[in-house]
């Protein structure tokens, strides 16, 4: 069973930056879609971005279009999610896990990695 294995978060204060990394233990990342989800206290777990195989293509949910990016390098197996002006909202473990179809904001499996925690001061 492949394992997703998430690091790079931290404690920021509002407007700071964070890169966020991905990588497959027992698969490799460039089989799939890949998509990041991160998970509020107290709320259900949201979708937050996604990127083809190729990372030639990427959508965001609204919340953070414009502060996010998504890449991916196949070679390094990892994906990243690139965070800037964040915001105390953006407060959450984040995760990653493939996407099951292009445009889908849910995850293709069901079991996640221990994610990382992103915290942000106001």
């Known amino acids: 069973q492949v394992q997703w294995v998430e690091s790079g978060g931290g404690l920021v204060q509002a407007g700071g930056s964070l890169r966020l990394s991905c990588a497959a233990s027992?698969?490799?990342?460039?089989?799939?879609?890949m998509g990041w989800f991160r998970q509020a206290p107290g709320k259900e777990r949201e979708f937050v971005a996604a990127?083809?195989?190729?990372?030639?293509?990427?959508y965001y949910a609204d919340s953070v279009k414009g502060r996010f990016t998504i890449s991916r390098d196949n070679a390094k197996n990892t994906v990243y999610l690139q965070m800037i002006s964040l915001k105390p909202e953006d407060t959450a473990v984040y995760y990653c896990?493939?996407?099951?179809?292009?445009?889908?904001?849910?995850?293709?499996?069901?079991?996640w990695g221990q994610g990382t925690q992103v915290t942000v001061s106001s």
């Open positions: 896990n493939p996407i099951p179809n292009w445009g889908a904001t849910t995850s293709l499996y069901d079991y």
């Open positions: 027992g698969r490799t990342v460039s089989w799939y879609a």
């Open positions: 990127i083809n195989w190729s990372g030639g293509s990427t």
